[in-house]
């Protein structure tokens, strides 16, 4: 299963970033494979709309799943629309939130908010 996740620097040792539309790289992770990769958002100095941007350029990377400690209620219609789940992380670190995806662990993130549009977020 492909998965993202917003990441602050594209490492594995990076920590989870808090923004969702704002985050400066999504981990890109095939739980079948292990193999990881970073996708650069472009989205995240856009004016207005990034968590949209954001949003349709993991749909348009087809993956299955998204794991982010929050989410705005435009970018979650994107991603629902796509049937892509939203799960809610357990904490900032990557490893321990795959970890916990691949046991079943982590729950649907059913809190939206409603988005910060262009008041930063962070």
Sequence with gaps: MKIAIPVNEASMESNICISFGRAPYYLIYETDTKESTFLNNIAATSQGGAGIRAAQSLVD??????????????????????????????????????????????????????????HGGK
């Excluded at 789940?85 to 649907?108: H, P, Q, R, V, W």
């Design 61 to 118: 990377n087809n993956i299955e799943a998204l794991i982010v400690p929050r989410s705005g209620g435009n970018a979650a219609d994107v991603i629902n629309q796509a049937n892509i789940k939203m799960y809610k992380t357990i904490n900032d670190s990557i490893s321990d939130n795959i970890n916990a995806f691949n046991e079943g662990k982590l729950i649907l993130l059913n809190e939206i908010h409603a988005g910060f549009h262009n």
